[in-house]
């Protein structure tokens, strides 16, 4: 993230006392998260990734998962293990970089799914691949990596400030071999600042591990059919 991104969270963070405070909120996660906890025989342990102030840690824990939640601003910390602690819920809240082995160390896996909603879109290109390898390392063998990311529309699409837009092609590509798309649902957003472009693709997919769907009998015409 770059020092004029962390500015503005740091800014937003600063005005936010709870989590309706935060532009970003929303009350309900991806549809496809719900649609991956439906199709798991038992809930199991859960990483949410930029988790903010915690508001799907707590619906995972609400559903019988074991919850770490991380995210790099102290704010976000204070928040969500307020909101955790409130609830009475089994979450786990720490500050962390998601890219360090410090971090996958003290936070280790398997998790059976793991949630991104806006920390692989916040990272620079250099740290992907590290990005990359810590989500290798932490997902299951059968779990289900759920993730938002911005969606590039064109070759204009494209912002200094705010999360960095990739096409879904691209991104398939750089989760394969590995990973491969179970499904995607990406909306427009608009009303967003015009610094950030005013309107954004919003795209949430749905990963899960290439032996996985392969052991569980999908072929390629039932990964397409999965596809929306």
């Not at 342990?45 to 840690?57: H, I, V």
């Amino acid at each position: 993230m770059s020092q004029q991104d962390r500015r503005i969270f740091e800014r937003l963070y600063a005005r936010a006392h709870r989590a309706e405070d935060l532009p970003w909120h929303e009350v309900e996660p991806p549809a496809l998260l719900g649609r991956a906890l439906q199709a798991r025989k038992s809930p199991g342990r859960a990483l949410d990734l930029g988790c903010g102030a915690g508001t799907y840690s707590l619906w995972l824990a609400e559903r019988g998962y074991k919850v770490t939640a991380l995210d790099f601003m102290p704010q976000a910390v204070r928040l969500a293990s307020e909101r955790a602690k409130r609830a009475g819920l089994d979450v786990t809240v720490a500050q962390g970089d998601v890219t360090s082995d410090a971090t996958r160390l003290a936070h280790p896996g398997p998790f059976e799914v793991i949630l991104d909603v806006g920390c692989l879109h916040g990272l620079p290109d250099v740290l992907r691949p590290a990005y990359k390898r810590q989500i290798l390392s932490w997902l299951a063998p059968d779990g289900d990596y759920i993730l938002l990311h911005f969606g590039r529309r064109g070759w204009w699409d494209r912002w200094p400030i705010g999360p960095r837009r990739i096409r879904r092609t691209t991104l398939g590509r750089y989760f394969a071999p590995e990973l491969e798309e179970t499904a995607c649902d990406s909306k427009i957003s608009r009303g967003m600042p015009l610094f950030m472009g005013g309107s954004a693709e919003i795209g949430r997919y749905w990963f899960r591990r290439s032996e996985a769907r392969t052991a569980a009998g999908e072929t390629p015409d039932a990964r397409n059919a999965a596809s929306v």
